[in-house]
């Protein structure tokens, strides 16, 4: 669910720009739906004697090398569910719960590019580890979203560390531990016999965490080229720049565009645009915010 900005907890919001059903999280949620659906219907039948839903596992599923694995399973095995559970569990408190806010703030370009890296790196991490640490779990078909899950998980927990989850509806705990919890948890249950492919989800973990890394360190990076003096700032930076020079608009007043012509005017926009397709909406600062309300107005 989307989260309101006023303090830390951890409550839905409808508003300030967020969707309660993000694209890439409706479009996730209907396809996983619809493939335990027809898992379970197509399933049931039988050919020759043997249930379609073998047919399923040993196609769709992430099946061990060598033992009927092939390449398009690292994005088909995010997609099949063991049982309703394991469905619900992924996608309403996995996904949309933690997922919507990360959506909301990157864009759905940029999360599902995250959510399938994080599938991809946990699937690689079970076909390689698996059958070192945990030779149990490389017996059968590995399905579920879980993997890309702990990604968005770890991505949340960075993204807002200080964010109060409620387990329960009862215990608040911040975001931050709430992860550490979980990871823990994995690498605890990491060789044992419980059927859960615990690697699948460290790696998942670690593919959203390294991703977050290069994505906060990328943007530190960013910032400093731009603090540079203007005569140490490569041409070609300045000009290509996603942000530009955004900041200005601090001290743009739309009120007085009338002294500015509409070229200037619509530069600033572009500059903002620029500024939310790259960070999404909420990196906006309010002036900013107020300067691209102003200017719709203005330009209709």
């Not at 806010?101 to 390689?128: D, H, P, R």
């Not at 699948?200 to 910032?223: E, N, P, Q, T, V």
């Amino acid at each position: 669910m989307a989260y309101s900005s006023q303090g830390n907890y951890y409550r839905p919001s409808m508003f300030g720009g967020f969707s309660f059903f993000p694209p890439v999280i409706k479009m996730l949620l209907i396809i996983n739906t619809a493939v335990f659906l027809l898992y379970s219907f197509i399933g049931s039948f039988t050919m020759d004697g043997v249930p379609l839903r073998l047919a399923f596992d040993y196609y769709l599923g992430l099946m061990p090398i060598g033992h009927g694995f092939y390449p398009w399973q690292l994005i088909t095995y995010q997609f099949m569910h063991a049982s309703f559970m394991h469905l619900l569990f992924n996608m309403v408190f996995g996904l949309w719960m933690f997922g919507m806010e990360v959506e909301n703030t990157w864009g759905a370009k940029k999360f599902l590019t995250f959510y399938l890296m994080c599938g991809i790196a946990a699937g690689i991490s079970q076909l390689i580890l698996a059958p070192i640490i945990e030779p149990s779990q490389t017996l059968g078909p590995t399905v579920g979203a879980s993997g890309a899950v702990f990604g968005v998980l770890i991505a949340f927990g960075m993204m807002f560390p200080d964010r109060y989850i409620f387990i329960y509806f009862l215990l608040p705990i911040k975001a931050k531990y709430f992860v550490m919890i979980l990871i823990a948890l994995g690498v605890l249950s990491v060789g044992g016999n419980d059927n859960v492919a615990n690697l699948a989800h460290l790696g998942g973990a670690l593919a959203g965490y390294l991703y977050m890394l290069y994505d906060i360190r990328g943007f530190k990076l960013k910032a400093k080229v731009r603090s540079m003096p203007g005569w140490l700032t490569p041409k070609a930076t300045k000009e290509n720049s996603g942000y530009g020079d955004v900041v200005d608009a601090k001290v743009f007043d739309i009120r007085s565009a009338e002294k500015d012509d509409r070229g200037d005017l619509q530069k600033h926009i572009d500059e903002i645009l620029d500024k939310i397709s790259q960070s999404g909406y909420q990196s906006l600062t309010e002036e900013e915010k107020k300067i691209l309300f102003e200017a719709s107005k203005k330009l209709n």
